[in-house]
């Protein structure tokens, strides 16, 4: 078991956000987005069938561009980074032990530390919800003020972090202001953003190419790859106009003024991204002062664990397609200033699956249980049991006749060395024939 409070602090969209009256009452969710999916429909209806009537845009790309807007507006910033509504992160303040089953839930299918059963005493275990699209300085106050809470509800001197994804900008950010307390045992970082994405920087330098739409929905994958499908009954023309009208929105009510993002491009790339966009000057300094930060010395000189993934690319829609990654964060972002000795890449490893490679996992909790992990390799492989875990398992656990393949899954568990994805594949196609 842990011998410190674990925290975990998740990536981006990770976290409940609410938009609040002035009073601190609810008004409606913020994130995930609320979809009136009928009245958008309606709303569409008239210049949908210009468009597949006459083949041209007709309107369609500006009514799509105005529905973005609306649902986009409660996440809006002011230009100097501050945030223009009243935005509160569904916060967990409390142990995972006193969630409910809820609130469990969302927590372990966002960071599925579960997957091993109790392997981290809940009772110290904690969930970090913050605005993942505000300021980054506030972001890294209020991990600071969790970190106060956790060590005072718990009695303990130092805490331990696990740091996910583009959680790693928040890392840093916090590490910049209040390092010197000392409250930090140990970090685990996983797939996460210790310098940056190289992605993230092709945006605000206008290096993205939207000639074919088409491959921009499906290199983003899940529900807009079934979109860009969905896309080809529209000229691509139209297509082109709805993405652009659409990240242009989207700039301008967020990306441009929103340092959490702008803390995600790499520290070499700072000035070149902030010389392309039209920014405050206030938010400039910002962003100069959290993204010149070095912490390489503190992550080398500090128990600072890093596990990632190698092998691929970004998509090709990028400048930086090039990029060694795990198909989102940069592989070196990954390891950034970390001790080599403390470092562990999963080889083609997709950034969207790799805390369901239940080898990242076992080591990841082995090294926060303080356990023996010599027998982990450097260098490891890919597999997702996500679909097992979270929808084939849970149907068939109280079913006698497919006893056998729950056994084979908690057997299959824990792996240390992966090959392939081939045993997971395997056993997803026989729990799958079961229903067939």
Known sequence: MNKNPVIIVPGLGRSKLVLCDDSGNKIKNAWPFELDTKAILDELKGSLMKLMLFRKDAGFSDRIADIVREVAEPLALNPDGTKKHNIKAVEFRKPVSECSAEEKSFIYKAVPVDMFGEKLSEDKLFYFAYDFLGDIGDIAASLDSFISFV?????????????VSTAGSVFKAYLKDYSLKSDIGKAVCVAATLDGVSLV??????????????????????????????????????????????????????????????????SSRTENALSAVNVNDVLREKVRTINSYDFASYLSENEVYAVGGCGKNLPPVVASSYVDCDGL??????????????????RNQAHDSVLYNDSVMSLVLKILCDEDVSEYPRENGARNVKKLKNELIPKIESDENAKAYVEEYKNMLGAVVITDDSQVKELENKIESLNS
């Open 329 to 346: 964060v940069d592989t070196a972002s990954a390891t950034y200033g970390v001790a080599t000795d403390k470092v562990w890449l999963y």
């Open 201 to 266: 920087a092709d945006i605000y330098e206008n290096k993205l190419n939207l000639d074919n739409p088409m491959s921009l929905l499906s290199s983003v994958g899940g529900k807009a790859a079934s979109l860009g499908q969905m896309a080809g009954m529209i000229p691509e023309e139209v297509i082109n106009n709805v993405i652009s009208k659409s990240i242009d929105v989207i700039k301008t009510l967020i990306l441009d003024n929103c340092t959490a993002l702008w803390s995600l491009v790499p």
């Open 151 to 163: 060590k005072e509800k718990t009695g303990s001197e130092k805490v331990d972090l696990l740091v």
